[in-house]
């Protein structure tokens, strides 16, 4: 089993910035990728932004690309996610997953990851 805990979320006002972080335990040797996807209220979980742990490897949607990076720290088994010129838009809560499945992995399909955290809410007003 994999947990995950997510922190750094909160409330900024648009333009502003936040790092969200994600820190994983228990069988960490067998993550392959993370990945961070949100869920605004009344709309589907999407997509964010992911890395595989070794080679690093790096997707982002194409909403976020060129405002948000990911990035990891083996040795503290945490990913990172920093979101810069947030938008309203960007206002969901934000969850981390966890792969372990090289075989079948599609970094940008939530049904890709086996392991899911709480979540943390970012809200982004005007």
């Known amino acids: 089993q994999v947990h995950l805990v997510e922190s750094g979320g909160g409330s900024v006002q648009a333009g502003g910035s936040l790092r969200l972080s994600c820190a994983a335990s228990?069988?960490?040797?067998?993550?392959?990728?993370m990945g961070w996807f949100r869920q605004a209220p009344g709309k589907e979980r999407e997509f964010v932004a992911a890395i595989t742990l070794n080679a690093g490897e790096i997707y982002y949607a194409e909403s976020v690309k060129g405002r948000f990076t990911i990035s990891k720290d083996n040795s503290k088994n945490t990913v990172y996610l920093q979101m810069n010129s947030l938008q309203p838009g960007d206002t969901a809560f934000y969850y981390c997953a966890a792969d372990e499945t090289k075989s079948s992995y599609h970094a940008r399909l939530a049904a890709s990851y086996e392991y899911w955290g709480q979540g943390t809410q970012v809200t982004v007003s005007f």
């Open positions: 228990g069988r960490t040797f067998s993550i392959y990728a």
